[in-house]
């Protein structure tokens, strides 16, 4: 591991501390020979104070179970019918499952203990057919699970609920993971099954609002797995109630756990709520981020040298956009209120974080900006950009006589020899929103 790895791992540490993360895998990746790799992951989350929930599927080895014994299952992920033979085969297949899960965190020094606290009842009758054994989870025992935590225990829960009378259900580990997930006020849900990651035209989706997560159950449910679906469904109602991130991966991937929570780009799907961009005014305290973000472009000459005072003098001219609180990219916009002028500089995306449409964005906030404060133009000189400023923005090349007579002083002494480009910004601008993923 780099000393960069390291310290971007750190700087997670405080706002994950002593939070709950809900991470639920299926029976599949019970199965996997990932398992181990994957309970210590859960281990380094333990040792950095974040407070693990386990639930568990035996979707894939109720099937098992079905095949060795000739036993027609009526339904593997608790979601149809649940007939008497599958849920004495589905009882059996989670208490296996929750053994070996029990053996793999005690193997990695994590105190488990397994949690009797799902309070289910019957799911009923649906379009007309009775479910029979299939229950939906009408309430968690919090108090129990808040116990465990308090003492450092990682609760382990089964889809496997029980009502007042001491009935015997089976539920949906998707459902029980946002239900408790809910209930504990977690930070997060992760969904952890084999192939568990989005993908769209073979290409992997990283990011999704709630709205976006809707629109792909629309138009492409037929097109999805089940499991799928079912996690996307989940997803979208958990970001609803309040869980600002829910996260699927694939669980039969090493180290696809810690890559995913400790990383701005993530490497599986993440669906989250409507906060997780925003534009806001460079602070002092950003002034060494935006230093170290923007660089290596000016080694490159890309931008042009800027040193901590000359920010400092300009400050309330920069604004950052965050991405779920990392600084991801960054514009200033200089204003010459005498000539109704603004000028778009420093205009900088990280390169985690490139190709996925934020310079543009960037550039119609600082045009919005610009006309919001009464600038009829708006400019922008580049080096090596101008391709990007007139292809994707619109900008028009002209002389330097177009520049307010303070700002011609500087781009002749800078000897950068920038080409100049203007656009005329629309006066009557929407409200200045952050901008949200493609």
Request: hydrophobic share 45%; no cysteine; net charge positive.
């Given at each position: 591991m780099k000393v960069s790895d390291l310290r971007g791992i750190l700087q997670y540490v405080p706002r994950f501390r002593e939070k709950i993360f809900v991470v639920a895998l299926d029976g599949e990746v019970a199965a996997s020979l990932n398992l181990g790799n994957l309970l210590?992951?859960?281990?380094?989350?333990?040792?950095?104070?974040?407070?693990v929930v386990l639930v568990h599927g035996c979707g894939a080895q109720l099937l098992q179970l079905g095949l060795e014994r000739g036993i027609p299952i009526s339904n593997a992920d608790g979601t149809g019918i649940t007939d008497e033979p599958t849920l004495k085969l589905g009882l059996e297949a989670s208490h296996a499952v929750l053994q070996e899960l029990m053996q793999g965190l005690s193997s990695v020094d994590l105190r488990a203990a397994y949690a009797n606290v799902i309070v289910a009842h019957p799911a009923g009758i649906l379009n007309g057919v009775d479910t029979l054994h299939t229950g939906k989870v009408e309430r968690v025992d919090t108090a129990t699970l808040q116990c465990f935590l308090n003492?450092?225990?990682?609760?382990?829960?089964?889809?496997?609920?029980?009502d007042g009378e001491g009935h015997t259900f089976r539920v949906n580990s998707d459902s029980v993971a946002l239900e408790v997930a809910e209930a504990?006020?977690?930070?997060?849900?992760?969904?952890?099954?084999?192939?568990?990651?989005?993908?769209?035209?073979?290409?992997?989706?990283?990011?999704?609002?709630?709205?976006?997560?809707?629109?792909?159950?629309?138009?492409?449910?037929?097109a999805l797995e089940a499991s799928m679906v079912s996690k996307l469904e989940h997803a979208a109602r958990a970001c609803r109630r309040g869980i600002a991130r829910v996260h699927l991966l694939d669980g039969t991937e090493n180290e696809a756990l810690l890559s995913e929570i400790f990383s701005h780009e993530g490497?599986?799907?993440?669906?989250?709520s409507n906060e997780y961009q925003q534009m806001r005014r460079a602070l002092k305290k950003d002034l060494r981020a935006i230093m170290a973000l923007i660089r290596e472009s000016i080694a490159n000459a890309e931008l042009v040298k800027r040193s901590r005072a000359d920010m400092l003098a300009a400050l309330d001219d920069y604004w950052l956009l965050e991405i779920d609180r990392n600084l991801a990219g960054c514009v200033?916009?200089?204003f010459y209120p005498e000539e109704q002028t603004a000028e778009l500089a420093c205009l900088y995306v990280a390169k985690s974080h490139e190709g996925q449409g934020f310079g543009r964005k960037l550039m119609a906030f600082a045009e919005q900006l610009a006309a919001k404060k009464g600038a009829k133009w708006l400019l922008?000189?580049?080096?090596?950009?101008?391709?990007?400023?007139?292809?994707?923005?619109?900008?028009?090349?002209v002389g330097p006589e177009e520049l307010p007579p303070e700002r011609r002083r500087k781009w002749e002494a800078s000897g950068r020899n920038s080409k100049i480009m203007r656009k005329a910004t629309v006066q009557i601008a929407p409200p200045i929103r952050p901008p949200t993923p493609q």
């Open positions: 210590l992951d859960l281990a380094v989350l333990r040792s950095l104070s974040i407070r003492e450092g225990i990682v609760p382990v829960i089964q889809p496997i609920g029980f504990m006020r977690a930070l997060k849900i992760i969904y952890l099954s084999h192939r568990g990651t989005l993908r769209v035209d073979e290409t992997i989706v990283r990011q999704l609002s709630v709205a976006e997560t809707e629109e792909v159950l629309r138009k492409r449910r037929g490497i599986g799907t993440m669906v989250y200033a916009v200089h922008a000189l580049s080096t090596q950009a101008y391709n990007f400023f007139q292809q994707k923005g619109g900008f028009i090349e």
